[in-house]
Structures are given as structure tokens and as C-alpha cells.
């Protein structure tokens, strides 16, 4: 525990918020884990401004088990700190600073037990993945996804380590980013009837997404393991407009949506689609709403009775869970790594917040899972 606390201290240090190099961590882990004998392959993105980690000790092998973290974390501007974020500072239990919950605490302590696992004989393979860009959409691991599969072998399981306060998660929605570019006409706003305002054409726009949400929620898919049982549409973002007396030709909308495993993401999309072509038919060809991807990931949905959920539940003593948020874990499962979710930490209580902190009693129940895990390896 006291090494993983050093590490964690040395991890926080690292501002490595998403609009940031991670290269300084990259490189700390990369000493780390050379130094304990580890095969480590580093995996920059195409800027070489960032960078992802794959290393591995024991038997050149598949089988074994993958533990799998991300570097980055969010912002800290706007919110009202009480103490340096990127510094590791103690209260009691409870450990605060940027990332100690989302997901720097997991990342400790999986290079800690990397450190214990240094010191044995292993018969399988313990495989460790460190992505970048995660808090952006997973766009980190979907660029590396690419290299990673002939590295990765066929892992026998993989935790993920996002926060579940050690439950153990077997699914969670997956999501599609997308921007709208919308085109209208400019004129003066005394003349606004004669013009159509591009803002008038987001609104429609806006209201025909309500519409899909409204029938997602009545009719679509649902599973009630979630605290929102269907696949969603949310807009979180508009732009408009220059001046008040001018009709806005521009606008742009930013929204999501984030499906259960049951609804065909590519269903969804075809509908989003069909759903910005009818809004322009209605204005004569003088409107025009372009659709363009900023980021998805895969969901997750794992089976209760698959071997990796059993034993991740004895090692950890959770029990099942869905969460709200979104991982990487879809990505793993989908190169055919049964793939489970489990981590210290409350993303609702701590999660993206000011102050945010992590308990040294979650780092001790995950330290223990992750020991129990190597010991599996043995």
C-alpha cells in the first residue's frame, strides 16, 4: 500500500487533463515498469504528442489477465477547488487531487501489484493498458485499437478499472458524438419572414431529436438494470446568430446519443439521419443540416454466467452492477476479451467534481482484488 501511495502521489503531480501532453506520465510508467522487467511497447498517437502503453511479464502467451486504465483527466477551470488539484494532499481517509477517483487511484494500484507480480514466477501473462483521450469520447483506445490487437493476445479476462466502488459492472450504454452543421439564409431581421433563419431550422431540428427520445423511451429497448432503462438523445450545445438585427445563416449543434446493447447504434444513426433530412424538406431546398461524428464507443454487456464476472465477484467481493457512464471496456470485449468494470472510487460522488478524492478503503479492497488476481497468474 505504502508504494501505490507513492505512485499515486507521483501520478496526480502529472497534469495530463485532455487538451495536455501525457508524454511525462508515458514516461514515468515506462521506467517503472522497464525497470521490473516488463516488455513494454509504447503507442504514440499521430501528433506524438500523446501516447498509450502496453506491457506485459511472464510467459509471451495468451491467456492471462489485462488490467486497463486511462492517463487523462478532466479540467479543473471553472470549479471551485479548497487545495491544489494536481497535488496529492490527505484528510483523514480520504486522498484528494485531480484523477484520484477517475482513474489515477486504479492506476496505483495496478502498477503496484505490477510491482509485486516483478518479484514472481508467473505461468500466465499479466497484461497491462494504459490509454490517453479517454475522457474526450474513448478517442484514445480507438486510435490504438489498430496496433493493440496483435499485442493483446487473447487475454482470459480484462478489468477495467473506471470507478464502481469495487462492484463488479457487466454493462454500460455506448454512445455516438456528432456535430450539426446547419445552413440557412442571412437577410435583415425587419425582412425575417423572407429569409429562413438557421436558427429556426436547429430548433426544428432539436424538436424532431425530442421526438426520437420521446419514442426511445415508449417504445424502444429497455433494461431496467439502469437508472435511465432506454437509449437516450441529449443536445447539450447551440450556436447562432451574430447580431440581433441580422438573420442567423449559420448555426451548430452539438448532441449524443447513448444506446443499450439491445438498440443497433447504426439503427439509431440512420434515424438521426432521416430525422435532419425531413426537417430541411420543408424549406424548399434553401436548408441544409450536415451531419458529422466527433466520437463513439461500444457498449458493454457482458453475461452474468461468464467465468471473468465469477471470479472478478471473489476477488473483489462485489456484487453486479450497470453503470451510467461510459468505458473503454466495449472496445476489449470487442476484440473478444471478456471484459468486466470494477475500481475504486463513486463517479457520482467524486467523479468530474471539485475536491475530488478517493478513500485509502477503496485503494485497500482494490489493492486486495488486484493481488488475488496475480496470485491467479502463479
Not at 508504494?3 to 502521489?9: F, G, K, V
Not at 478517493?358 to 491467479?376: D, E, N, T, Y
Amino acid at each position: 500500500m505504502t508504494l501505490s501511495l507513492e505512485i499515486l502521489d507521483r501520478l496526480i503531480a502529472f497534469n495530463t487533463v485532455s487538451n495536455r501532453s501525457n508524454l511525462d506520465l508515458v514516461s514515468y510508467v515506462e521506467d517503472f515498469l522497464r525497470a521490473r522487467q516488463f516488455r513494454v511497447h509504447r503507442i504514440p498517437d499521430l501528433t506524438q504528442e500523446k501516447a498509450g502503453l502496453y506491457a506485459e511479464i511472464g510467459p509471451q502467451a495468451d491467456g492471462g489477465i489485462l488490467l486497463s486504465a486511462h492517463s487523462d483527466v478532466v479540467p479543473v477551470e471553472g470549479q471551485a477547488w479548497s487545495r491544489a488539484p494536481f497535488q496529492l494532499t490527505r484528510d483523514g481517509d480520504r486522498l484528494f487531487g485531480r484523477g484520484t477517483t477517475d482513474m489515477k487511484g486504479f492506476l496505483a494500484e495496478m502498477l503496484g501489484v505490477a510491482d509485486l507480480a516483478s518479484g514472481k514466477t508467473l505461468k500466465a501473462p499479466l497484461k497491462l493498458l494504459i490509454s490517453y483521450d479517454e475522457e474526450i469520447g474513448c478517442v484514445g483506445i480507438g486510435r490504438m485499437k489498430d496496433r493493440l490487437k496483435p499485442l493483446l493476445g487473447r487475454p482470459e479476462m480484462a478489468i477495467v478499472g473506471e470507478p464502481t466502488e469495487m462492484q463488479v459492472a457487466v454493462g454500460h450504454k455506448g454512445k455516438r458524438a456528432y456535430k450539426a452543421k446547419i445552413t440557412g439564409q442571412a437577410g435583415h431581421s425587419a425582412l425575417a419572414p423572407r429569409f429562413v433563419s438557421a436558427l429556426h431550422i436547429a430548433v426544428d431540428y432539436v424538436a424532431a431529436l425530442r421526438a426520437l427520445q420521446d419514442g426511445l423511451e415508449q417504445y424502444g429497448s429497455r433494461d431496467d438494470s439502469y437508472d435511465v432503462p432506454y437509449s437516450t438523445i441529449h443536445v447539450g450545445r447551440m450556436r447562432s446568430g451574430s447580431a440581433l438585427n441580422i438573420v442567423p445563416d449559420s448555426a451548430e449543434m452539438l448532441f449524443e446519443f447513448r444506446h443499450l446493447a439491445e438498440d443497433e447504434p447504426d439503427c439509431l444513426a440512420h434515424r438521426i439521419t432521416e430525422a435532419a433530412n425531413a426537417v430541411t424538406a420543408h424549406y424548399a431546398q434553401v436548408a441544409n443540416i450536415e451531419l458529422h461524428s466527433l466520437a463513439a464507443y461500444p457498449g458493454l454487456a457482458i453475461p452474468l454466467t461468464n467465468a471473468a464476472v465469477t471470479l472478478a465477484r471473489k476477488w473483489s467481493g462485489g456484487q453486479t452492477c450497470k453503470v451510467a457512464f461510459g468505458t473503454e471496456a466495449g472496445f476489449l470485449s470487442d476484440l473478444g476479451i471478456p471484459t468486466v468494470v470494477c475500481g475504486p472510487g463513486s463517479m457520482a460522488d467524486q467523479g468530474h467534481k471539485p475536491d475530488e478524492y478517493i478513500s485509502q478503503k477503496q485503494l485497500i479492497k482494490c489493492s486486495q482484488m488486484l493481488v488475488k488476481a496475480v496470485g491467479k497468474l502463479l
